[in-house]
């Protein structure tokens, strides 16, 4: 079967090489425009447009899904051909949707109709979930809501970022879209309607949300820091300015803290939550590199009592 893949960032990367090593025969890739990156602001292609180059397969940039070019390449892949998408980043046009034989397929990180969106890893560990998954499926024009072919299953681990969990997704689910595809080329595989029930939604969680809320449990704190990491990244203020704060360890031996509350040990810091405190592992202080907690806390003065975002810490 000819494919056509769209995608873009890091995590949708493992499709087209699994689709490259397969018995399809990937014969384009559709990415977003090269952007500014770097203090040169200099263009830079988009992870999958490289790894497209390298691949040595016609790499397409269209500026929106309509380009003449984009649906001439669809067009072009044969009646037998099937698109795969994970990640490409803009919406499909029904003009686009209509093109392939089978439709566009779909890989996307969760088990549906649970999880519809575009955080869907995220929101799973801020909810404390125990399992999510991958789950092929045709695109429609509502937002992913189109009939589902293939599923996977993958266990939360306790320690788990967005970025630990949609690694081993990216990596399983590109083996589950190869086989979808296999099924769908035999005709051993159709698609089946979602369930009307259990739809959720788990739209891309802004930076303005990842900001912590010392009031809250430590578990609590513990999953939206794991859940925005390492994008867009949990913060709270220090000296007026936002201050990026890396995994933590819930603190289960030592006493309770004020909400907010920071205590500098020798090699420690502790924040006080609504239950116990969370020590602090690494952090990030505005126009800083990436640091041990303990280290950051040895280069700055921190009043006894002091509080993220305190004018007293200004």
């Known amino acids: 079967m000819r494919v056509v893949f769209a995608g873009t960032p890091d995590v949708a990367v493992p499709a087209p090489d699994a689709l490259a090593a397969s ?31 390298e691949l040595g397969v016609p790499v397409l940039k269209p500026v929106h899904p309509r380009d003449p070019e984009f649906q001439g390449c669809v067009e072009g892949a ?7 998408r994970r990640a490409y980043g ?7 949707l209509d093109i392939p034989e089978h439709g566009w397929i779909n890989l996307h990180f969760s088990i549906l109709p649970a999880r519809r969106g575009a955080a869907p890893v995220q929101h799973s560990i801020w909810a404390g979930d125990d399992m999510t998954g991958a789950t092929t499926f045709r695109i429609v024009k509502e937002l992913d809501a189109g ?25 399983g689910g590109a083996e589950l ?10 005709g051993s595989l159709e698609a089946r309607d979602q369930p009307g029930a259990g739809v959720t939604f788990a739209p891309k969680i802004p930076v303005e949300h990842a900001e912590i809320d010392w009031t809250d449990s430590a578990v609590r704190i513990d999953r939206q820091i794991r859940a925005c990491t390492p994008g867009p990244g949990a913060w709270s203020l220090w000296e007026g300015e936002r201050f990026k704060i890396g995994a933590v360890t819930v603190a289960t031996d030592r006493e309770r803290l004020e909400p907010g509350v920071l205590e500098v040990t020798k090699n420690a810091v502790f924040v006080g939550t609504a239950t116990r ?19 950051w806390a040895r280069g700055v003065t921190v009043p006894e009592g002091a509080r993220p975002g305190d004018a007293a810490s200004a």
């Not at 589902?148 to 690694?167: C, H, N, S, Y």
């Not at 405190?277 to 280290?295: C, I, N, S, T």
Request: glycine content about 14%; overall charge positive.
């Open 23 to 53: 018995g399809h025969e990937l014969v384009g890739v559709v990415t977003r425009p090269d952007a500014p990156s770097g203090r040169g602001r200099k263009l830079v292609a988009s992870p999958v447009g490289i790894r497209g180059e």
């Open 78 to 84: 044969a009646s037998r051909r099937l698109p795969g």
């Open 177 to 186: 879209l190869v086989r979808t595809l296999d099924g769908i080329a035999d």
């Open 277 to 295: 405190p969370v020590e602090l592992g690494e952090v990030k202080a505005f126009g800083k590199k990436q640091m041990r907690a303990a280290d």
């Open 147 to 171: 009939p589902t072919f293939g599923v996977m299953t993958e266990r939360i681990r306790p320690t788990d970022t967005a970025g630990d969990l949609l690694g081993r997704l990216a990596e």
């Open 90 to 96: 803009a919406l499909l046009p029904q003009s686009a």
